[in-house]
């Protein structure tokens, strides 16, 4: 269960999840700090919910949920796996647009969809316009509206990644190739993606926002 903590009183107060949610994981706080989103799930991940709580009002709604026959979402979501969660970033939020984008396992591979605030899918992402599934979202660009995903490099080499540029626009650009990519940093307003291969070992190149790969 999660709770909100008054900071200035100590009051605590328990966030309405479901009653059927096995497992629930936090995301975060709306930009204006009034509301807490959270995920949740069934016990054996075959139903998952994006849902957010008014932390003035109390007042709680779901924006997204899926449903399947089978796991619609990772191991990740069982409890004690919180911090790979995060690190693959499932909901991000772009307040200023009033939408969010989400990355759905229905399908057996995880990929990027965007929707409205109020739950409305805008469109796809990324299935359809990356090579393989989404390995994780690496940086997220709330200025211009664009993710940095890192990616299966290829359908015939999914184990190889890449790194992608993906717009809500939804304009999607290869950036680095790995075939492994072990971190995307910001630096000075642009990225440094560390990644590994044959022959070099090491390597490291500086990207712009736009997605411009300058060394």
């Given amino acids: 269960r999660l709770w909100v903590v008054e900071r200035s009183t100590g009051e605590a107060a328990a966030v309405p999840h479901g009653p059927d949610a ?3 994981h936090p ?12 995920i949740e799930a069934g016990q ?3 139903w998952v919910a994006l849902r957010e709580v008014d932390v003035r009002t109390g007042e709680a709604r779901t924006l997204l949920r899926e449903d399947g026959d089978r796991r619609v979402m990772g191991i990740e979501m069982i409890h004690g796996y919180g911090t790979q969660l995060d690190h693959l970033r499932p909901a991000v939020f772009f307040d200023g647009r009033g939408q969010f984008v ?7 591979a995880r990929h990027l969809s965007l929707y409205n605030a109020d739950g409305a899918l805008v469109r796809p992402l ?6 393989g599934p989404v390995q994780r ?13 890192v990616a299966s ?3 015939e080499r999914p184990w190889d990644h890449a790194l992608f540029r993906v717009g809500l626009d939804g304009d999607v650009r290869r950036l680095v190739d790995g075939p492994v990519i072990l971190d995307v940093r910001p630096d000075g307003g642009d990225l440094l993606v560390v990644h590994a291969g044959l022959p070099d070992l090491l390597q490291v190149d500086r990207v712009t926002p736009d997605g411009d790969v300058l060394a």
């Fill in 137 to 149: 979202v690496a940086h997220v660009d709330r200025v211009a509206g664009a993710l940095f995903v």
């Fill in 27 to 38: 995301v975060g706080w709306s930009d204006d700090g009034t509301r807490l989103r959270w």
């Fill in 102 to 108: 989400w990355a759905s396992e229905r399908s057996g």
């Fill in 22 to 24: 096995a497992f629930v």
């Fill in 44 to 46: 054996f991940l075959r």
């Fill in 153 to 155: 490099a290829s359908a």
């Fill in 126 to 131: 990324t299935d359809g316009a990356l090579p």
